[in-house]
């Protein structure tokens, strides 16, 4: 997956509230915000540092840290993260660093004096994924054919029936998110413009979908959001038990204004890792 695939919504985790109690805005040295996710079998990218505000502002996210010293630690080796961007994120620039299943990481990040830490393990992936059906046959739109909106219509209804689902084991009943993305260099869209062109999107990503966490084992794609003809990459991904905690305590009743679960010794925030595993399904023209 590619940096800033994820931003995860990754997912609706950037707001850390201080005690409404609090009226003040903390600075950097004296209260920040770390939010750090590890994916295995990909790059270190998704670390973001603000600084921490109170739940009674206004704006509750704080301004983006860029100054941060950033160091990640596997195996007692240390490996220093970069900053990314204007916008508080870091990532690791080599390629010598892997993150698998079972690893142990610890992050330590300094602003000014102030060093927050944390510890978290890479879960295994999840088991048992498989999709309802791999391939999916459309019929192809011509702009010129005399039938045009009647095949329109005709797409969008068979769109709407079709049932595509991805499973997953899930027998302890934990959190997993699903991401859907399409995997073709070019992405040649399903339905033509109102001036009768096809849309070609260069890049994989470009379209992309990330799923709320839940604790059911299926997840039903709405195939009505497809746009693009080819291959399709679906990876569900388990969610740690940390991150678990702090999702399912921001997305209580919102008249709790306790501050929520973090794992960040000496700071606010999350340090967490995810694990996934793939498959696929391709949209095809009919014959």
Request: net charge negative.
């Amino acid at each position: 997956m590619k940096p800033g695939s994820l931003k995860l919504a990754v997912l609706f985790l950037f707001v850390f509230f201080t005690s409404c109690e609090d009226e003040i805005i903390y600075s950097p040295e004296e209260r920040f915000v770390l939010q750090a996710y590890l994916y295995a079998n990909e790059p270190v990218w998704d670390v973001t540092v603000r600084n921490a505000v109170p739940l009674t502002v206004a704006d509750s996210v704080g301004e983006p840290i860029n100054e941060a010293a950033v160091i990640l630690y596997k195996n007692d080796v240390a490996y220093t993260l970069v900053s990314s961007s204007d916008s508080g994120t870091y990532h690791y620039p080599g390629d010598d660093l892997q993150v698998e299943t079972g690893d142990i990481f610890s992050i330590e990040t300094t602003v000014g004096e102030k060093t927050a830490s944390a510890t978290t393990t890479v879960p295994e992936s999840p088991s048992g994924v498989f999709m309802s059906t791999d391939t999916i046959e459309l019929p192809e739109i011509d702009p010129d054919d005399y039938l045009f909106f009647e095949t329109m219509r005709d797409l969008r209804a068979l769109q709407s029936e079709i049932q595509l689902e991805v499973f997953w084991d899930n027998p302890k009943n934990e959190l997993h998110f699903v991401v859907i993305e399409n995997a073709e260099e070019e992405q040649v869209s399903i339905f033509p413009d109102f001036g009768g062109n096809f849309t070609r999107i260069g890049g994989r990503g470009s379209f992309r979908r990330i799923t709320p966490p839940t604790r059911e084992s299926s997840h039903q794609i709405n195939f009505m959001e497809i746009q693009y003809w080819g291959k399709y990459v679906v990876k569900v991904y388990r969610v740690n038990q940390e991150y678990a905690n702090l999702y399912e305590n921001l997305t209580q009743d919102s008249r709790d204004l306790n501050e929520p679960p973090n794992n960040i010794k000496n700071g606010l925030g999350i340090f967490s890792a995810f694990n996934s595993q793939r498959v696929f399904f391709y949209v095809v023209k009919q014959e």
